[in-house]
């Protein structure tokens, strides 16, 4: 079996890694665990995960062509960090701290891992850059670091193709070239986002997906709505402008992915404008069919073409960058990984919540929700530079009055 993985960045990977030289383009997962082990059981983990996933091995070098590619580095260790703390203790501190520390791509590895160690409970936080990585690949991770520290064996994977290899696209072969390729050096700016979390009860997550479903929309339009009109009532320059959210697509049941650590997604934006007449579930709905079509390898195909026609075929990396600056100028994203799709239960430990993806998304005044569902309990996050104060207790707020409210007119649950 092919074990190391060298080759060029498909056109979204491009995109990111192009991105990230402008601003921070990592991100992170963070696990509640019930449960401890010793830091040196979690370090051996963490290198038996390293060699089961072939993305963990690498850095980002150009080749000869003054293409980005993913080249494999032998004994590249992940970094470990260890904390011992309280039982109160805000782990979001410490994933702040991971958001304002940049990977250097051109070393590798690409992923640090963060361990708090609490009294009886442990809080794991795997930070990644997202030029090989989605919030997928930190889900699958976190499963199989918490089998691996159990004691349970994983078999190797093989390298993943980018989405554009699978799709049989070509590769980026630049037919304009420039004699002096712009020399990239990463922004070095200090960023100190700020992360809140907020966990819904049971109850509360399980009226959500039965009142969306006789609304005939979902969860995720459900989300966006909620942090549509928290924000518009919390920032009141939002109140009359018309708002950009954005939710990023996983593409690996599209085209039939497996587990691999990789960076497997596309996006879709929606536009609302200011329409106070509508209801809670009328917004619910509208972000749910402006999600129409976009889990096909049609769209998937549609996406990188657009992507391909700016970062590939050449090399002038100015004029790629002069093109992505326009992109991602959302208000607001929200990235909802829906559940947690394994067993929670690992032995002695168990897998109690996991929240993210916390990433910084745009500009600086967006705010990022980031969604996920933990043994039947939705865990919402909001990272920004920015952040609106207790916008995630207003979410929640909005999501309760929406799913007791089951005659209310129109006019009641409107933005206003």
């Keep these: 079996m092919k074990r190391q993985q060298n080759r060029t960045l498909g056109a979204f990977e491009k ?7 402008i601003d921070s383009k990592d991100f992170c997962l ?29 850095r980002v070098a150009l080749d000869e062509l003054s293409r980005p590619a993913l080249e494999h580095v032998g004994n590249l260790q992940i970094p ?12 979001e501190r410490e994933v702040e701290k991971e958001l304002s520390e940049r990977f250097d791509t051109a070393a590798g590895p690409l992923l640090r891992v963060v361990l708090v160690q609490k009294t009886d409970s442990t809080v794991l936080i ?19 670091i918490l089998l691996a520290v159990t004691g349970e ?48 009860s049971e109850t509360t997550t399980r009226n959500i997906l039965e009142r969306a479903r006789q609304e005939n929309t979902s969860v995720h339009g459900a989300i966006c709505a909620a ?11 939002w109140e009359q402008t018309r708002m950009e959210l954005v939710s990023p697509i996983c593409t690996r049941a599209a085209l039939d992915l497996d587990d691999n650590f990789g960076l497997n997604i596309t996006t879709q934006s929606v536009f609302f ?6 209801s809670f579930w009328d917004l619910a709905g509208l972000a749910k069919a402006g999600l129409g079509g976009t889990s096909s390898a049609e769209y998937t195909t549609g996406y990188l073409s657009f992507f391909r026609e700016i970062v590939f075929g050449h090399n002038d990396m100015q004029r790629m960058l002069d093109a992505l600056k326009q992109a991602f100028n959302h208000h607001i994203m929200v990235t909802n990984l829906v559940r ?12 109690e919540a996991l929240y993210g993806p916390m990433v910084r998304s745009g500009k600086g005044m967006e705010q990022t929700i980031g969604a996920l569902t933990t043994n039947g309990s939705l865990c919402l996050t909001n990272t920004s530079d920015t952040p609106i104060p207790g916008l995630l207790l207003e979410m929640e707020q909005i999501l309760e009055n929406a799913c007791e409210d089951h005659v209310v007119a129109k006019t009641e649950c409107s933005l206003q």
């Design 273 to 278: 404008e200011n329409q106070p007449y509508l």
């Design 30 to 58: 963070a696990a509640e665990i019930s449960g401890t082990k010793p830091a040196e059981q979690w370090r051996e983990a963490i290198d038996i995960v390293q060699r089961r996933h072939p993305n963990l091995s690498v």
């Design 15 to 21: 995109t990111f890694w192009l991105l990230d030289q």
């Design 340 to 351: 947690v799709k394994y067993a929670t239960d690992f032995g002695p430990l168990k897998l």
């Design 153 to 200: 064996e994983l078999a190797l994977m093989q390298p993943q193709v980018s989405n554009d290899q699978t799709l049989g696209l070509p590769e980026d072969l630049p037919a304009q070239t420039i004699d002096k390729v712009l020399e990239l050096k990463i922004k070095t700016d200090v960023v100190s986002p700020l992360v809140s979390v907020h966990r819904i």
């Design 126 to 144: 795997l930070s990644a850059n997202h030029t090989v990585a989605d919030g997928t690949s930190l889900s699958h991770l976190t499963r199989d």
């Design 227 to 237: 942090a549509l009109m928290a924000s518009r009532r919390m920032r009141p320059e």
């Design 80 to 91: 470990l960090r260890v904390v011992h703390a309280d039982q109160d203790y805000p782990w």
